[in-house]
C-alpha cells in the first residue's frame, strides 16, 4: 500500500467520494467497476476531455495522473473495448470513454484518432471499517443492483426516448420536451437506464428543468448490457416515480439495435406496460423508417413522435408523417412543439394546459 497524488479523478467514480491524495495497492481484481490509478502515457488533439466527478470537462494531458474503473465499451462512433484478462501495475490500458471506463481497446473510430494510454499504478483502496487500517478495493456505485427488482409505477406516466443509434438526438430531444414540461408546470422526474457511464446527459436534464435525476452507474454498472438493462430500468422507474411526479422522462442510450440491452427492456413485458409514451430519435429518413417498423413489429410500440437529425428540415418531417404515419417534430426548432406532442401523448395535455403569455 502507498499514497499517492492524483490529477484528476472521472465521473464514473463519483460515488466513491474520493479525494485528491489516495492510498492505492498492487493487488488489483480485474473486474468491471473496479477503481484504479493510472498514468497518461501520450497527448491527443481530439477526444481528449475527461468528465470530472464535478462534472466539468477536463482536457487530459501526458503524464497525468488519472482515477477511472475498469470497464468495456462498444460503441459505434467511440472505441470498442473490454476488460483484460488479467492486470497488475505496469500494464497499458486504454482510455475507453470520456466518463472514466478503462480497458483494453479493440476497435476504433477514425473520427475519434487513437485513445490515451495509460500506464496502470494500482488499485484505489477504501478503509470502510471504523478505527482499522483495513483497506478494500474501491468499486463505482452506491449501491448494488438487485436483480430481482420489482416495478412499480405508482400510475406515474411515462415517457422513454430510444434512438436508431448513438448521436441520434436523445438527449437534445429529452432536454427539450423536459423544459416544455416545465414551463407547463410539471414536475419531471428523469434518468438515463443504458448506455457507457458519462453523467453529463443526466446533468443536462437537469439544467433543463429535472427536479431529480438518476443514471445506471449509481449501481455500480459501467457499462450496461442486455443482463443488466431491465432490472436497472425497473430499479430506476420505481425510485423516479416516488415523490409524486408528474412524469418520469428515461433515455435509452445507444441504439434499438445495440450492445448495451435496449432490446432486452423494450422487451420486458411489465416494462412496456408501465412506458405511456415512446419518442424515437432518427438520423434520417431510413433511418425513421427502420427504427419505426422495429418498434411496431418487433416490440408493439407506436412510437409517440419521431425526432433526431431525419426532422432538421420540413422535407424529414413530411416524409416521416405521410409515409410512416407518426407525428415529426425538431427538437432544436420546434422544442415546443415536440414537448407539447408527449404531454398529450402522456395524457396530461388537459391537467396542463399551454399558458397564455404572461401567466
Known sequence: MRTVVVDKIASITQACGLGHELRIAEDIPCEEGVVVVVEVLNNKSTYNTLE????????????????????????????????????????????????????????????????????????????????????????????????????????????????????????????????????????????????????????????????????????????????????????????????????????????ILGAYGVEAILASPDIRDAITGVVLSANDPVAAWGGVKLLRESFGIEPAVVTGPSTDNQVGVDIIRDRMGVHAFNAMQDGAGLGDRVIEAAGLAQKFPVRAAGE
Not at 494531458?61 to 465499451?73: C, E, F, N, S, T
Not at 416545465?182 to 448506455?195: D, E, I, Q, S, Y
Not at 453529463?200 to 427536479?211: N, T, Y
Open 52 to 255: 470530472l466527478t464535478s462534472g466539468r470537462m477536463a482536457k487530459v494531458a501526458k503524464g497525468d495522473i488519472v482515477v477511472g474503473a475498469l470497464g468495456h465499451r462498444k460503441a459505434l462512433f467511440g472505441y470498442s473495448g473490454r476488460v483484460p484478462d488479467s492486470i497488475r501495475p505496469g500494464d497499458v490500458i486504454q482510455m475507453l470513454n470520456i466518463g472514466g471506463v478503462l480497458g483494453v481497446c479493440e476497435s476504433v473510430n477514425a473520427e475519434k484518432g487513437r485513445p490515451f494510454d495509460c500506464r496502470v499504478m494500482g488499485v484505489v483502496l477504501q478503509f470502510p471499517y471504523l478505527g482499522e487500517r483495513i483497506g478494500v478495493p474501491a468499486r463505482i456505485g452506491y449501491r448494488k443492483l438487485d436483480y430481482d427488482a420489482t416495478l412499480d409505477t405508482k400510475g406515474v406516466p411515462v415517457i422513454a426516448l430510444a434512438g436508431t443509434c448513438m448521436e441520434a438526438g436523445k438527449t437534445a430531444a429529452a432536454c427539450a420536451i423536459i423544459a416544455r414540461m416545465r414551463h407547463r408546470g410539471l414536475n419531471v422526474h428523469a434518468f438515463k437506464a443504458t448506455g457507457v457511464s458519462l453523467r453529463r446527459d443526466i446533468l443536462a436534464m437537469e439544467d433543463a428543468g429535472a427536479r431529480k435525476s438518476m443514471i445506471f452507474t449509481d449501481f455500480g454498472v459501467g457499462t450496461t448490457t442486455a443482463k443488466v438493462g431491465p432490472a436497472l430500468t425497473r430499479t430506476m422507474l420505481t425510485e423516479m416515480c416516488s415523490g409524486e411526479p408528474d412524469v418520469v422522462v428515461f433515455e435509452l442510450g445507444d441504439g
